[in-house]
């Protein structure tokens, strides 16, 4: 059975939403997936999945506090704590199973609400070996950028441009919450962190919610909008030991893509996509993603950006929506947002950053620092 994506809701990301309770927030993503897919959920859902972290959240038991504003009352509710594609490869799964022809996926970012983010991220360090280190938990950031750029080739300005062209591309974005005109050297000369890492090369937090209406192909064909095809889906996890994982081929975007492109029949990725949505909470991790995921050959991800390869009219756009970077890190909400900005590029609905003949793309998720797991789809149009 095939299974689509017929609604998106995403909300406009922002740097903080004093206006806007995080149930409002979700409220707000869920009426707009629901009227793009021109669905009741009080009827024509059969399962609601929400992704969601507690310590995000401030209190344990997340999927407690969602049904309402989701319309999901009485109704199937599951809570992944997990990134938005992991959400998404359970309401793949639940509909393969014939458990529900139509799921809803929600994620969502109230992080202007967290008042101890960096001790919250701390808090997943090794309780023994990492956590009394103590310090900001970027540093962890630092060191593999480090690691990654000596053993592939890659080079501290390729990251520059990340920076830059991922914000700038986010001005075409009416969501983005940083877009700007910023330059290589702007970003390679903005106030050094945790060497090589720099200030310009981190996604600043964002709030913003994120909503899927995901339908098998019976239930698709009789919704309003187009189907975008779930071709492919993987997830995978490396070792939670700083110690133990890989840090210049990240292992959980390796195995996540083995899976999703085993289920596509992608032989050749850097030959098989017209766009890729990739994680880029820090700019070097794009290159990583990049070259784990085999769109590239090892070293070659920061070449591609010196050339412009990887931007609006380049050979591989990636990020066009100006990712993470350029719209906000919306924390659990990462991963389903470049799902739902590939879904609009094949859809023909992405507006001024609307990319000429795009039919497959492929869209990868990171959960963040100190997490190594994420997951990879792999999303198509016709047949």
Same mark, same amino acid.
Not at 36 to 41: L, S, T, V
Not at 42 to 48: I, L
Not at 61 to 85: C, K, N, S, W, Y
């Given at each position: 059975?095939?299974?689509?994506?017929?609604?998106?809701?995403?909300?406009?990301?922002?740097?903080?939403?004093?206006?806007?309770?995080?149930?409002?927030?979700?409220?707000?993503?869920?009426?707009?997936?629901?009227?793009?897919?021109?669905?009741?959920?009080?009827?024509?859902?059969?399962?609601?999945?929400?992704?969601?972290?507690?310590?995000?959240?401030?209190?344990?038991?997340?999927?407690?506090?969602?049904?309402?504003?989701?319309?999901?009352?009485?109704?199937?509710?599951?809570?992944?704590?997990?990134?938005?594609?992991?959400?998404?490869?359970?309401?793949?799964?639940?509909?393969?199973?014939?458990l529900a022809e139509v799921?809803?996926?929600?994620?969502?970012?109230?992080?202007?609400?967290?008042?101890?983010?960096?001790?919250?991220?701390?808090?997943?360090?090794?309780?023994?070996?990492?956590?009394?280190?103590?310090?900001?938990?970027?540093?962890?950031?630092?060191?593999?950028?480090?690691?990654?750029?000596?053993?592939?080739?890659?080079?501290?300005?390729?990251?520059?441009?990340?920076?830059?062209?991922?914000?700038?591309?986010?001005?075409?974005?009416?969501?983005?919450?940083?877009?700007?005109?910023?330059?290589?050297?702007?970003?390679?000369?903005?106030?050094?962190?945790?060497?090589?890492?720099?200030?310009?090369?981190?996604?600043?937090?964002?709030?913003?919610?994120?909503?899927?209406?995901?339908?098998?192909?019976?239930?698709?064909?009789?919704?309003?909008?187009?189907?975008?095809?779930?071709?492919?889906?993987?997830?995978?996890?490396?070792?939670?030991?700083?110690?133990?994982?890989?840090?210049?081929?990240?292992?959980?975007?390796?195995?996540?893509?083995?899976?999703?492109?085993?289920?596509?029949?992608?032989?050749?990725?850097?030959?098989?996509?017209? +766009?890729?949505?990739?994680?880029?909470?820090? @700019?070097?991790?794009?290159?990583?993603? *990049? #070259? %784990?995921?085999? /769109?590239? =050959?090892?070293?070659?991800?920061?070449?591609?950006?010196?050339?412009?390869?990887?931007?609006?009219?380049?050979? +591989?756009?990636?990020?066009?929506?100006?990712? @993470?970077?350029?719209?906000?890190?919306? *924390? #659990? %909400?990462?991963? /389903?947002? =470049?799902v739902a900005e590939a879904?609009?590029?094949?859809?023909?609905?992405?507006?001024?950053?609307?990319?000429?003949?795009?039919?497959?793309?492929?869209?990868? @998720?990171?959960?963040?620092?100190?997490?190594?797991?994420?997951?990879?789809?792999?999303?198509?149009?016709?047949?």
């Open positions: 059975m095939r299974v689509g994506i017929v609604g998106v809701g995403v909300t406009p990301f922002r740097p903080t939403t004093p206006d806007f309770s995080w149930k409002e927030l979700m409220y707000d993503g869920a009426q707009r997936a629901y009227a793009d897919a021109g669905i009741d959920p009080r009827s024509d859902v059969g399962s609601f999945i929400t992704c969601a972290e507690d310590y995000y959240e401030g209190f344990g038991i997340f999927d407690e506090f969602t049904p309402d504003q989701l319309g999901a009352v009485l109704r199937p509710m599951h809570t992944v704590g997990g990134d938005g594609i992991q959400g998404l490869a359970n309401a793949f799964m639940q509909i393969q199973c014939s799921a809803v996926v929600e994620s969502h970012s109230k992080a202007s609400d967290i008042l101890t983010l960096n001790g919250i991220v701390a808090h997943g360090l090794d309780p023994i070996w990492n956590k009394p280190l103590g310090g900001h938990p970027n540093y962890v950031a630092g060191l593999e950028m480090d690691a990654f750029l000596r053993a592939s080739g890659n080079r501290a300005e390729d990251c520059a441009t990340i920076a830059a062209t991922n914000r700038q591309a986010a001005l075409l974005n009416p969501v983005a919450a940083y877009g700007a005109r910023i330059t290589k050297d702007q970003a390679a000369r903005s106030p050094a962190l945790w060497a090589p890492l720099r200030q310009l090369d981190v996604a600043s937090l964002a709030d913003g919610c994120v909503v899927l209406v995901v339908a098998g192909e019976a239930a698709a064909r009789k919704m309003d909008s187009q189907p975008v095809w779930i071709q492919g889906i993987g997830w995978a996890s490396d070792s939670p030991s700083l110690e133990t994982r890989d840090w210049v081929t990240p292992a959980y975007a390796r195995l996540a893509a083995e899976m999703a492109y085993r289920l596509a029949k992608v032989r050749d990725p850097a030959r098989s996509f017209d +766009l890729a949505e990739v994680d880029d909470k820090f @700019s070097y991790k794009e290159l990583q993603h *990049l #070259e %784990a995921l085999r /769109l590239t =050959r090892k070293g070659q991800a920061g070449k591609m950006a010196r050339a412009g390869e990887l931007g609006l009219g380049g050979k +591989l756009p990636t990020n066009a929506s100006g990712g @993470s970077l350029g719209c906000g890190n919306v *924390l #659990e %909400a990462s991963g /389903l947002h =470049r879904v609009l590029q094949l859809r023909g609905e992405a507006g001024h950053r609307q990319l000429d003949g795009a039919r497959r793309a492929v869209v990868q @998720s990171w959960r963040g620092l100190p997490a190594a797991s994420g997951g990879v789809a792999v999303l198509g149009v016709g047949r």
